[in-house]
């Protein structure tokens, strides 16, 4: 299916209460519609779904939120070297689909379930073949080795989920998604929570109103597509 040039951001709410409204553990909404429609508001005005089991999907705006300001980013020696030294290829929007599911069928420490559900796969490679949410692809050879899935709307880009199948291969994803958002003109990503991987990289927590505030001034001069394209990899010898 050929992707369609996006709208860069809704204009209005017509779905959601104001985020910036008090609310209960940062939940803004329940219900389970997740077309297209919905899911460009929700990210428009800083509200991402979070589906628990065995109950409507949740819709969220946290009081804290957790970012990564691209100039202070810290790599350790470890990852340096990586990057300086692998021979893991990258590609983005390439299998968008497969990453998603990949990054469903991870297991993460303390969960015994995903909230990547069958609904939530559906939604979002249909938003991807719209142009809003995008795949990074980390091959061995001919094998998918990790990635990330994430969202580019109104300016800003949401980094949803990652997985790897070989040691740091996720990292070499974010990595490289890093690298091309920065070449585009974008300043920080949106990572909600702050994991030991983003907080190593420089990840920090934001209060809402902040984050409110960032997204507003993104829409101001954001592209309205995104144009994402892998870097070299001879760049990462500087590090």
Not at 51 to 63: A, G, I, Q, T
Not at 87 to 105: G, H, M, P, W, Y
Not at 181 to 204: F, R
Request: neutral net charge.
């Amino acid at each position: 299916m050929t992707t369609v040039s996006p709208l860069a951001f809704a204009a209005k709410r017509r779905y959601f209460p104001n985020p910036a409204q008090g609310t209960l553990d940062g939940i803004v909404a329940m219900g389970d519609d997740l077309n297209a429609e919905t899911l460009l508001e929700a990210y428009s005005f800083g509200i991402f779904p979070w589906p628990h089991p065995e109950m409507p999907c949740l819709w969220f705006c946290p009081d804290e939120r957790g970012v990564l300001d691209f100039d202070h980013l810290y790599f350790n020696r470890s990852l340096q070297k990586f990057l300086r030294h692998t021979d893991l290829k990258v590609t983005f929007n390439q299998q968008f689909e497969a990453v998603i599911r990949e990054c469903a069928s991870s297991p993460r420490p303390g969960q015994t379930s995903t909230w990547i559900t069958e609904p939530v796969v559906r939604a979002y490679c249909d938003f991807h073949r719209m142009g809003y949410a995008h795949s990074v692809e980390v091959w061995r050879d001919q094998k998918l080795v990790g990635g990330v899935y994430g969202v580019y709307v109104g300016g800003s880009f949401s980094g949803e989920s990652m997985f790897y199948r070989e040691s740091n291969a996720s990292k070499l994803a974010l990595v490289t998604l890093i690298q091309s958002l920065k070449a585009s003109g974008l300043k920080w990503l949106d990572i909600q929570m702050v994991t030991p991987l983003t907080e190593q990289l420089g990840g920090i927590y934001v209060k809402k109103a902040e984050f409110l505030q960032r997204l507003e001034e993104v829409k101001k001069s954001a592209p309205i597509v995104l144009e994402l394209n892998p870097i070299d990899q001879t760049h990462f010898q500087k590090y």
